[in-house]
């Protein structure tokens, strides 16, 4: 739930920090995490708990893309840009590992409790010092306007379409509920694009930045990626908590290796932008998820970690942070600098809506395999699904993707849409000063 919430309001959040300053949404954004993190160590019931989970995640969407449009901003398209961006990138598998192995700790010496009240003390440790130290700086479109109704139309459609995905393996497609919300979803982002083309004043998510060459398979690209990232993240930990049966210590344990080569892929990235053309980076990234869902999907039950699971997770941690450094650095060139709320809130959407839509996909292809073929089959269908659409963004990505390498440094002025030379490498518009 989490991470749903999280992925559909990521669309909005980046627009509400163009107007109201990129440092103060992100400081609410913490602020809220905090406190719903700290209020889900007391729920007695699983009802409050899922519900404290998902408004949690609203708190991550503001963090999310206002943390990617400071750094954006603030540092002009270069060397320090894109290493910045890819740092930034890497927060994410250390966080995810540390958690990890935290939790770990937590269940295996105290109550589960303490954990999320561990956590939120170190939120209060991270914005509390961040809203003291960080200077304050005008909003960078400070008159500009919110458009409600667009991002009713936009949230609403994402919620339903993967609220309809997720709970179809516990409903069924035959519950009435489900194609109605469905098709309602459907109706709901048709009017949200007509609504951004034809009548939005200041729309959240301008159209006119998909007019760049590629920009939109790009972007596919990214969303079918993290899809088969969301797939064998899940699928993983199914494998090696159910299957082998694992404690969450030796889980985390056993995922070292991907924090430690995931924080060097962010890295390797970033140095790649400018010497690399970004299909090629992103080319690779899908490559390795592609190879490691094939591993995982062929794992026998018996066999020891080092075969096949090991070079599957040191393979994975390539993935996420190549995608994502890549797609939000070529997001980032593509818009005018008081749109880098809005390239933030593209990529963060791709990133976590398609972990949680690929989760939702996966688990309906799991259900109906697992009630012929067993539970083991089910896995297995379920990450041959990740390998599926890893191959599909390959193909894209090789054959429709052109993007030259980005190697400018500092903001340039440009006509509109300077669409020639080394501008068709990274999107529609280069950053205004």
Known sequence: MLSLTQGTFVL????????????????AGGAWLTVC????????NFFAFVT??????????????????????TNPPGRVRNLSLGLFGASAPM??????????????RTEWKWFFIFIACFGVITFVPLWALSPREPPVDRHGKIDCIGSALGTS?????????????????????????????????????????????EPIMPLDIFKAPSF?????????????????????????????????????????????????????????????????????????ILVSSVLMATVPVHQTYWAQIFPSIV??????????????????????????????????????YGC?????????????????????????????????????ALILDVCFVRLVKDDREGWHESNEFELSEQAAATGVRLPNA
């Open 12 to 27: 909005v959040s980046g627009r509400l920090g163009d107007v109201f300053g990129h440092r103060e949404l992100l400081l």
């Open 37 to 44: 993190t700290l209020a889900s160590a007391f729920c007695n």
């Open 52 to 73: 404290m989970r998902a408004l949690a995640g609203l708190g991550g969407a503001f963090i999310m893309p206002n943390a990617v449009a400071m750094i954006s901003s």
């Open 95 to 108: 966080g995810g590992y540390f958690g990890a192995l935290f939790l770990g700790a937590f269940l295996q």
């Open 157 to 201: 459609s994402l919620i339903l379409f993967n609220f309809v995905w997720n709970q179809a393996p516990s409903v069924g497609w035959s519950t009435s509920y489900e194609i109605v919300l469905l098709i309602s979803s459907i109706i709901l982002f048709g009017g949200f694009l007509l609504w951004e083309k034809n009548y939005a004043a």
């Open 216 to 288: 939109l398979t790009l972007l596919f690209v990214v969303l079918l990626n993290y899809m088969a990232v969301g797939t064998v993240i899940w699928y993983q930990v199914l494998w090696l908590t159910k299957v082998w049966h694992w404690s969450p210590l030796q889980f985390a344990v056993g995922w070292t290796p991907f924090v430690i080569c995931a924080t060097g892929a962010a890295c390797l990235a970033a140095w790649m932008i400018p010497r690399l053309a970004a299909q090629w980076i992103l080319a690779i990234g899908t490559v390795t």
């Open 315 to 352: 393979l994975f941690s390539f993935c996420p942070d190549f995608v994502y450094t890549a797609g939000q650095i070529i997001a980032s060139n593509s818009v005018r600098r008081n749109q880098q709320g809005i390239a933030g809130s593209v990529i963060g959407t791709l990133n976590l």
């Open 356 to 392: 949680s839509l690929g989760l939702g996909f996966a688990s309906t292809i799991e259900d109906q395999i697992a009630q012929t073929a067993g539970q083991i089959m089910g896995y297995r269908a379920a990450l041959y699904f990740a390998v599926a659409i890893s191959a599909v």
